[in-house]
DNA sequence: CTGGGGAAGGGGCCC
DNA sequence: AGGGCCCCTTCCCCA
């Protein structure tokens, strides 16, 4: 696999010239460099997102890993990672992440001399050191203190009310795009970002219907994902919420201890990885970026490459050029995609990736004052210790529930086998996985290679299926043909198990704890109380709302080992793997019939029920 | 062209 | 909070 951890690694040394062999070919890295930061633009290949405030970036694990132990660590549990943005902005994270692709520091917007200050407190809290070393550079040759980056220049960053009021839009960042920025209101200048970065909500309604609607990322172009496609039918607000933790097996706390690479030069400091990285300290900053790319204009790009034609790197692009997406919409191709990426999720390539239309704000009232305005304005923390950790997110914090601990350290989430997400807090030595970069999510366990970790989920499978056999033919299925009967002839026989003296004021339900009953008394709200972050749909459960949250990012963490399709919910994993088993465990009872969903057999019945 | 079936995405809601 | 299940819906294939 050319994105393979050895390939990149390979480039990565070959990027810096001083190790390992000479090239025959002088200018592949740069070549390679070129291709990774047009895929990256393209949202091709990408495996991970990182998200920084209300902004998406888009990137290869591989590239991230290769750049940063920081990163290395974070990648290697999560296809989502959150930073802390105190330490780092998004308009400034993407400087970094342009750097990380490019080797050059490229203007910020509008156009301008980066902020090497803002620069170097995210590069060292990034565990970047050559980046920070070159803003030290920078810094002494423009003859400016650095070590205070985190001042009141702070960040580069609007006000948290300012970037509050940013457009709730999902912004790509098409080529056309570009021009038109250099006019746009700071919020939208600062929000928008490179080709992957995506925006967040946070936004107030001024924001809403001053700068339009949000725009789903159409056609899968650069898209995260889709709006809503059915049922809500884009009948959510543009008004959000910040500072979700969408992953939950994302870890909160990340492990960097950057304190000490702030003010050192030293490569001695570098880990292993670290001294190999790609960045060039040398890199000039150059006034145009590979960031704003006329996608797929890998020739027209600033970068001065000898014989880019020639190159096998245009490989990379994959058969084809760019990956399909709408054609994704056939089944078949779907599984081959899946195929062709089977470790990680992959966002960007969804049937449902079309925009079904704008986001109506009519249930937007009163979600001005959901914003968790006091979180994020008492979170800038000036006077937090450089070397801290990072916050956990925003609302968790203010709950009292501290991130990490649910997912960094118990790992409960991982699994029943309770996955040792271990974080490093100093000092990178290899996590438990080692290289093994391909990662089993419900048990955390670590494998070299793709392949490895598909038939490693076969195994779950399996041991799924004997747990079956053991406990009884086919449980699941016997059981869901029997509720199935249940629910088609007496829907209310599921309720008559136990007392349930707590009843809905509004209806005839009951349940057994109040809790519950207050979970069910939000359903006959007119608002609903958990807005989408992304597209502003709203829920009255905060866990549908996060499940949906996903959708729109692709995270897919349930694999299925024979295809490798995943999927967002373990149940429909369950649902899918029927498919591989020809398990057909809903029979019809009035002709036979039997299918491997209980959706489709009510589908069924009602054909048989319907007048004809 | 149409209808049925297979497979999958997403939301609601209870536990 | 997360899992699980139900329901609605969509898309595709095929007869």
Known sequence: MVSGPLALRWC??????????????????????LQLNQQRTQGFLCDV????????????????????????????????????TDMVSSAVFQQILDFIYTGRLLPGEPPAEPNFSTLLTAASYLQLPELA?????????????FGSGRGSAGLGRPPRSQRLATASVIQTRYPGLVDGRKGAPQELSQAKGSDDELFLG????????????????????AGLGSCSTNGGGG??????????????????????????????????????SQ?????????????????????????????????????????????????PRKSLRHAARKKEWARKEPAAASPFERRDMAPKGPCPGEEAEGLGDRVPNGILAGSAAAGRPFGEPPYPCKEEEENGKDGSEDSAQSGSEGGPAGAPYVYRQEGYEPVPYGDNLYVCIPCAKGFPSSEQLNAHVETHAEEELLIKEEGGAYETGSAGADEEAEDLSAPSASLAAGPRPFKCSACEKTYKDAATLRQHEKTHWLARPFPCGICGKMFTQRGTMTRHMRSHLGLKPFACGECGMRFTRQYRLTEHMRVHSGEKPYECQLCGGKFTQQRNLISHLRMHTAPS
């Open 49 to 84: 997102i990182v998200m920084v405030e209300n902004a998406v970036f888009r990137a290869h694990k591989n590239v991230l890993a290769a750049s940063s132990v920081y990163f290395k660590s974070l990648v290697l549990h999560d296809n989502l990672i959150s930073l802390d």
């Open 275 to 323: 001294e190999g990285s790609p960045l060039s300290t040398s890199a000039p900053p150059v006034a145009n970026s590979a960031s704003y790319p006329e996608l797929g204009g890998a020739l027209s790009e600033p970068m001065e490459l000898e014989g880019a034609e020639d190159s096998p790197l245009c490989l990379l692009e994959g058969p084809g050029g760019p990956p």
């Open 12 to 33: 990565v040394w070959a990027g810096r010239g001083d190790m390992g062999p000479d090239m025959e070919l002088p200018s592949h890295s740069k070549q390679l460099l």
């Open 133 to 145: 070393a070159l803003c030290r550079r920078k810094l002494k040759r423009a003859g400016k203190p």
């Open 202 to 221: 946070g936004l107030s309604q001024e924001g809403v219907h001053g700068l339009g609607r949000p725009v789903c990322p159409g056609s899968g172009e």
């Open 235 to 272: 009948s959510g607000s543009c008004e959000q919420e910040l500072g979700l933790d969408l992953s939950k097996k994302s870890p909160p706390l990340p492990p960097a201890t950057p304190g000490p690479s702030l003010t050192s030069d030293d490569p001695a400091q570098l880990s292993d």
